[in-house]
């Protein structure tokens, strides 16, 4: 259940169900991704956001934060809410602190897709694949190797070269967001061990976390 102020009509309340987890959507306030959200079908329009999500025993399961409207002006049944872990994890220290400081390991990239698979020869269609290392970050001090070259695959250019990380302290990463849900509730300061693969073998690499900066 989504409660809010949609278009201005307070005290409303829209029904269905969870669509998906594990969703990352733009925070909008910054350039960085908002992991582990919730996927609705409840109606949730402009007004909703700031509302609670909740299950059917009457807990906040969520916030309601974003929908994706297709070009739309209102709901087209796809809505997103920022889940009660995260609120209950940073809420705290905006209230204490006025911020609060998030993991950052200094990467860019994307899923392993049958694309980068074929560009880049790998024998899995799992990881997060690394396009991009920032100089001067955890990751790059950990040795992490960014692409290096591109293929074109089916007419589309596919970056090459670059490590998949396919685990991070031991838990198995299928997907980019995967990575990023496992970083998140680390905290700075705190080393992760991560599998690599590169060149075919498999690479153990520790990184220490930072605080995440203003701009990637």
Do not use: K
Not at 34 to 61: F, K, M, R, W, Y
Not at 87 to 96: D, S
Not at 138 to 154: E, M
Not at 164 to 191: H, S, Y
């Amino acid at each position: 259940a989504a409660i809010g102020n949609p278009f201005g009509l307070g005290g409303s309340m829209s029904l269905g169900i969870i669509s998906a987890v594990g969703r990352t959507i733009p925070s909008g306030a910054t350039p960085f991704a908002i992991p582990l959200a919730l996927q609705t079908d409840a109606a949730v329009n402009p007004g909703n956001s700031g509302g609670p999500l909740l299950n059917l025993s009457g807990e906040v399961i969520g916030i309601n934060a974003q929908i994706a409207t297709g070009g739309e002006s209102g709901s087209a049944g796809v809505g997103f809410a920022i889940p009660s872990r995260v609120v209950a994890l940073v809420a705290p220290a905006l209230i204490a602190h006025g911020g609060y400081d998030w993991p950052w390991l200094g990467v860019s990239g994307d899923s392993v897709d049958l694309l980068v698979q074929e560009a880049n020869g790998l024998d899995r269609q799992t990881g997060a694949y690394i396009h991009t290392v920032v100089n001067g970050s955890p990751a790059a001090a950990a040795g992490l190797h960014g692409s290096t070259g591109a293929a074109t695959v089916a007419g589309i250019g596919v970056p090459t070269g670059g490590d998949v990380i396919v685990e991070v302290d031991g838990t198995q990463i299928l997907t980019f967001d995967d990575l990023l849900t496992a970083l998140a509730f680390d905290r700075p300061g705190q080393p992760v061990e991560l599998s690599v693969l590169r060149g075919g073998s498999i690479l153990m690499l520790q990184a220490m976390l930072a605080v995440r900066p203003e701009t990637p």
